[in-house]
């Protein structure tokens, strides 16, 4: 019941900018979008979250649609160490229940 | 360097065992996360639990739960290993209680002859 859609997956040149897109028609106004990655063999790792604004780390940064149905999310120059699985999620709530459920992710595969 | 440890990264039970599964963290963290990953379904919540004896059941709880005697140490207890537990184990850890910022081990991987 993963409320994002994200592609299977994607390839990028290394040196060049990876954009990941995340749908989530259904968001509501107070959730945030959440994007971990995890490489293989190792457990998901944190990357960067946004509510509405675009936000930025030393990571990778977040450009959220002002109707918030979807998401980029931006290496800006990717390396072979990028390759792994993106989840792009969103906090799910209800009268029971608030939680990040995590989907199947994109695969990205950068080559040299 | 903050950290999260699964005691196992391999293991390898019969039908009928009982399995442990041990997580400790470092950073003081109030809340930890058991998941499992399969291929095609993600990761998948099992239990979660906000504070030392306090558990609480994920999505999936049916055939395992959960110890949490101390703060930095959460277990996952298979009480009758069956081979569709086999699977990819998570734990991971945050300082809040959605866990928006989850700090993940690197896994134990548990087959279930």
Redesign the interface.
């Known amino acids: 019941d ?1 409320k994002t859609t994200q592609p299977p997956s994607m390839d990028c040149a290394e040196g060049r900018a990876a954009n990941l897109p995340c749908n989530h028609s259904t968001i509501s106004g107070n959730e ?1 979008v ?1 994007w ?1 990655r995890q490489i293989h ?6 990357i960067i ?1 946004g509510l509405k604004n675009n936000e930025t780390n030393e990571m990778a940064s977040l450009i959220i649609t002002e109707d918030r149905k979807s998401s980029t999310l931006i290496l800006p120059h990717a390396t072979l160490r990028d390759t792994a699985v993106y ?1 792009c999620i969103v ?1 799910v709530r209800s009268y029971n229940t ?8 994109t695969r990205l595969q950068v080559f040299p | 360097d903050v950290k ?1 440890t699964q005691s196992s990264r391999y293991l390898v039970k019969r039908t009928g065992e009982k399995v442990f599964l041990e997580c400790v963290q470092d950073m003081d963290h109030e809340n930890m996360f058991w ?1 499992r990953q399969d291929p ?6 099992i239990y ?1 639990s906000y504070d030392v004896k306090m558990k609480e059941k ?1 999505d999936i709880p049916e055939g395992y739960s959960v110890s949490r005697e101390k703060k930095e140490r959460f277990s996952l207890i298979l009480e009758s290993a069956s081979t569709n537990q086999t699977s990819m184990y ?1 734990c ?1 850890s945050s300082s809040d ?11 134990t991987q548990l087959s279930v002859l």
Do not use: C, M, N, W
């Not at chain 1, 608030?98 to 992710?105: A, E, H, M, P, V």
């Open positions: 993963a945030y959440y971990y063999s190792q457990g998901p790792q944190y979250h989840y906090r608030d939680k990040l459920i995590f989907g199947t992710g | 999260v998941y095609g379904l993600g990761l998948r919540l979660f994920g998570l991971a209680r959605v866990g928006e910022k989850l700090f993940f081990g690197s896994g």
